[in-house]
């Protein structure tokens, strides 16, 4: 984060709030974080891959991307895009720089820009083309952006508590913010992040790239999150700290959080997702099960380098 951080912790938690009830951060919200936790203890039956299995039976996708077409001002960047992404999966799309995958889940958030011209994108079954940022977060869609949001100058529990702040400050402009599915409490989130407990105290600013993304990716756990959308999370990381935050995520998946993984590193993305989509200049090339797309050398080689 910038130099332009405030002060003091109160003026900073102000802030947060303030900006937190804004389009830029109510990217970051609500899932069943609780049950996620609860879940952590890990069962095979009730693995993510199963889930997502027994969801695709039924049908209903969490979230389907329906043929949308999405601008910044006269630049077309999405092209008839559709995907879904099935309850308990782990979903990864994938492309090359300036491919659209960003602006793929800002278009899912409900960020603007871009303008989402055609199509309709739809979650647990309602269409939410049209709603604003906070709607989309207070429905339990999350989206933690590439830039790691943390606040340099509170230490690791003032920014864990900042989720809680927006929901008070929301609450008093009388919005209906709903408590009774909170997200993970502290412990929880220590559950899944023991490193973060080990520097609980300390400021955000000084925590490495790897520390920093935990932090982040806890803060949307702070919420109760249904669709955790994750923009690039390994990102200047090192290798040992992407299997770190890679076993965090499958954690939380395992857990019951449905998760959307957008990475440049398809090799890691694959790891852990059951399907995948790749795309190029806003257009779907690929779809299918992250074997069957490590299997497909020529989709690796001509869209994702590898
Ligand atoms: P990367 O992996 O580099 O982040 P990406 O696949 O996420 O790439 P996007 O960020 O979605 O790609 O960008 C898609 C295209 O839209 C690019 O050509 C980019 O230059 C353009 N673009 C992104 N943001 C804006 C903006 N705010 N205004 C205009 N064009 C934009």
């Not at 995958?101 to 083309?129: C, H, N």
């Not at 499958?250 to 590193?265: C, K």
């Not at 790749?278 to 992250?290: H, L, N, P, R, T």
Request: glycine letters at 8%.
């Amino acid at each position: 984060m910038s130099s332009d951080a405030p002060d003091s912790a109160a003026d900073e938690a102000e802030e947060v709030a303030a900006a937190e009830s804004t389009d830029e951060a109510t990217a970051v919200e609500p899932t069943d974080g609780v049950a996620a936790a609860e879940a952590a203890a890990g069962d095979d039956a009730d693995s993510h891959a199963a889930r997502a299995t027994a969801a695709a039976a039924e049908g209903d996708h969490l979230l389907s991307v329906e043929d949308v077409d999405a601008y910044y001002g006269q630049s077309h960047i999405l092209r008839d895009l559709s995907m879904h992404v099935e309850e308990g999966e782990v979903c990864t799309l994938l492309g090359r720089n300036g491919a659209g995958k960003t602006t793929t889940l800002r278009s899912i958030a409900g960020a603007r820009p871009p303008e989402v011209r055609e199509g309709t994108i739809r979650f647990k079954g309602s269409d939410i083309t049209d709603y604003s940022t906070e709607d989309i977060s207070s429905l339990g869609i999350s989206l933690v952006p590439e830039e790691r949001r943390v606040f340099p100058n509170l230490s690791v529990e003032e920014n864990l508590h900042l989720s809680d702040v927006a929901r008070n400050w929301s609450n008093t402009f009388g919005r209906d913010v709903s408590m009774e599915h909170p997200g993970m409490s502290d412990d929880e989130v220590y559950e899944v992040f023991p490193r973060l407990e080990e520097r609980r105290s300390q400021k955000a600013g000084t925590l490495s790239g790897g520390e920093q993304q935990m932090l982040a990716i806890a803060r949307a756990l702070k919420q109760d999150t249904d669709l955790l959308m994750l923009d690039e999370p390994y990102e200047g990381l090192a290798p040992q700290i992407i299997d770190t935050v890679e076993e965090a995520i499958e954690q939380i998946a395992d857990a019951g959080t449905t998760i959307l993984l957008v990475e440049q590193n398809a090799v890691a993305a694959m790891n852990i997702a059951d399907r995948a989509y790749v795309i190029d200049q806003g257009e779907v090339v690929f779809a299918g099960g992250s074997e069957e797309l490590r299997a497909d050398e020529k989709t690796r080689e001509q869209y994702l380098g590898v």
